[in-house]
């Protein structure tokens, strides 16, 4: 960025600011990276960082077991799954996933801990959980003989 989108301005500086979430009844704060044009004041975001800071509150609501509805839509838009393709990984209707989402149905704990599951192989720059429910989609064909080569303990 080199100037200013509001006032036209050259002089933007980095900055952090504050920026805060309320989401499931509790608030999450934390210091955003962003730039801020130096003549107007005004604040803008790079590209992941609002996103870095959604996903870590993702991963927050999946380590302490925060099952809403509100949450389980929250985690699945912070690391950018769309509520159809996590239904196919399910192995639900789309439908049940939105009335998951909008407190219509009870959330199932079993869609809950592999959707947290995703977050935090997410936050650890992992896809193990995504890779086998992807997996069952789609199976392999397991040859009759296997041989297998034991890690030495």
């Not at 769309?82 to 909008?102: Q, Y």
């Not at 995703?118 to 003989?145: N, S, Y």
């Amino acid at each position: 960025m080199k100037r200013c989108y509001k006032c036209k301005n050259e002089t933007i500086e980095e900055t952090t600011v504050e920026e805060t979430r309320h989401l499931a009844g509790r608030t999450f704060t934390a210091s955003v990276s962003a730039l801020r044009c130096s003549a107007c004041g005004e604040v803008y975001f790079p590209g992941p960082a609002l996103e870095d800071f959604d996903v870590a509150i993702a991963g927050e609501l999946a380590r302490h077991g925060v099952v809403s509805a509100e949450a389980f839509s929250f985690m699945r838009r912070a690391i950018g799954l769309m509520a159809r393709d996590l239904a196919e990984l399910l192995d639900v209707a789309p439908e049940t996933v939105s009335r998951w989402e909008h407190g219509k149905l009870p959330l199932e704990r079993g869609p809950f801990a592999l959707l947290a599951a995703i977050v935090l192989d997410r936050l650890e720059g992992q896809t193990t959980t995504l890779d086998r429910l992807k997996a069952l989609l789609k199976p392999e064909p397991l040859p009759k003989l296997v041989r297998l080569v034991p890690r030495s303990i």
